[in-house]
């Protein structure tokens, strides 16, 4: 009776895995199917409207200069641009970026400096009170990570000459790609999601999100969805959903390229990608019962169910890694030819389709996509390290679906190579159980991996080494990166 109800669960899951995959295969035939559709404006403005430009900082002192110089750079009339810096710092970030905004006010520029003295609704609060001044009737917004460049606003505006746009969004760049092993790995994801993943949902007519920087929103879009909230991380999303649900329309341009810094140690991207999964959770448990009653497309529906809970997958994956080792030891098998007609199919839509929808990620950016031939094992190695503190984050969701912590992803100004970084005060949050945990799973496949050679499953060996390797390296640089800090400072953390 045991073998049976762990032989279905076992399959179950292994197909709920596989169902992640079939979706990423459906999302790369929707890409090439409408790759050539080119999105040109509807019109262009007579007389150029006024635009806002919102910028988030929290403690970043080693970025807010840069940002601010670049936002005042920006090729757009300065009496018809607003700059609003949202400071809710408690740091020196207070000081430069007034002393900076002053500066720029003897330029001629309307640029304000608005410091909060408590992170209520953390980021959302912060854009919801900047929403209370702002005169533009266009917001652009932009995080401390970014340098827009100067066309940025001149290549998007055009777009809202359709009144039925609500948000245009264009793609992240990386501006610190090669620095590092983490940071390629990491340029790599987004640009599946930048580059295959938006491009493919915009161009077949299904709902995409705002990404909560580098994009421009129509003012009267944001306020007739409900405006800023802050019950869930990921507040961008959760007005996407909402103002998709009212019918605007979102325009993604991926040709225009806003490049940011990517998190150059282990524990600032574990807590980004935390967030980002609690946060797609949260919002999913929020939008999705509107949008299956809704009158939108069995399709639109289907794909953003996939995407919101695109997360569960790492829980699914972590409920399949500890079912190997009894599926090893009690031999679950269906019949004699069930590894050839189930296991491996199943096993190979999920591995092949996450390897092309990333290489051809970076075949269709022009750039490194040779050298992510070589790195998609390895990219497979951190997808898998990442399952335990994503799939954390998918069950915190779950028990408590709103609200939370907002953990930032500290800025450190980081481009070339190098270990600078060493000496910088922010840190990512530091999940001091996690890492042992990662080390204890890199442990369990490793034993796995004896396990199968003795019972002669050579075919899952190479597997169960990948498995391992993502484990002992998250863990690892996690604990690594630590140790190697001459201060021990904790300012950027919430």
């Known amino acids: 009776m045991l073998k049976a109800v762990l032989t279905a669960f076992y399959f179950l899951t292994l197909t709920g895995i596989a169902l992640f995959g079939i979706h990423r295969c459906c999302i790369l035939y929707l890409y090439f199917r409408n790759r050539h559709k080119v999105s040109l404006p509807q019109g262009r403005f007579d007389v150029l409207p006024r635009v806002t430009i919102q910028l988030p ?31 809710d710092s408690t740091d020196e970030t207070v000081r430069i970026a007034s002393s900076l905004c002053e500066a720029k006010r003897r330029d001629g520029f309307d640029i304000s400096h608005m410091h ?60 610190n790609r090669a620095h590092s092993a983490l940071t390629r790995i990491q340029s790599i994801f987004l640009d599946g999601h930048f580059i295959i993943h938006h491009t493919a949902r915009y161009r077949s007519g299904l709902f995409f999100n705002f990404n909560g920087t580098a994009g421009i929103w129509r003012k009267h879009c944001i306020e007739e969805a409900g405006g800023w909230q802050d019950d869930t991380l990921t507040e961008d999303m959760d007005l996407s959903y909402r103002a998709q649900l009212k019918g605007w329309k979102f325009v993604y341009l991926p040709d225009v390229v806003s490049p940011a810094e990517l998190p150059v140690e282990m ?4 807590t980004q990608q935390h967030r980002w999964a609690k946060g797609a959770i949260q919002t999913g448990i929020k939008v999705l019962p509107a949008l299956w009653k809704s009158r939108f497309s069995l399709l639109v529906k289907l794909e953003s169910t996939f995407c919101l809970l695109n997360n569960v997958g790492f829980v699914l994956a972590i409920v399949f890694f500890l079912l190997l080792l009894p599926a090893m030891l009690m031999d679950l098998r269906l019949g004699p030819y069930q590894s050839v007609w189930f296991d491996l199919p199943l096993f190979i839509v999920t591995t092949s389709s996450f390897w092309f929808f990333y290489f051809f990620a970076q075949r269709e950016g022009n750039c490194y996509w040779k050298p992510t031939f070589y790195s998609l094992i390895f990219l497979t190695c951190v997808g898998v390290g990442l399952s335990l503190n994503n799939a954390s984050a998918v069950m915190e969701a779950l028990s408590a679906p709103k609200g939370g912590v907002f953990l930032r992803t500290p800025k ?53 080494v990948m498995f391992q390797i993502g484990f002992f390296y998250v863990s690892g640089l996690s604990l690594f990166q630590r140790r190697s800090r001459p201060i021990a400072l904790s300012l950027s953390q919430a």
């Open 267 to 270: 524990d600032a991207f574990k």
């Open 412 to 464: 450190l100004n980081i481009r070339g190579t190098g270990t600078v970084w060493k000496t910088k005060r922010y840190q990512g949050f530091q999940n001091r159980l996690l890492p042992i945990l990662e080390f204890v799973f890199g442990i369990y496949f490793f034993l796995l991996a004896i396990l199968a050679i003795h019972k002669g499953y050579y075919c899952s060996v190479p597997f169960l």
């Open 116 to 175: 909060r003295s408590n992170r209520d609704g953390y980021k959302a609060g912060a854009l919801r009170e900047g929403l209370k001044r702002a005169i533009g009737d266009f917001i652009a917004i932009f995080d401390a990570d970014f340098i827009p460049s100067p066309d940025v606003v001149r290549k998007t505006v055009d777009y809202f000459t359709d009144p039925t746009v609500g948000m245009v969004q264009v793609r992240w760049g990386h501006l």
């Open 57 to 87: 900082i929290y403690n970043e002192m080693y970025v807010v200069s840069r940002l601010i110089e670049a936002v005042t750079r920006i090729d757009y009339p300065k009496h018809l641009l607003q700059i609003q810096v949202l400071d």
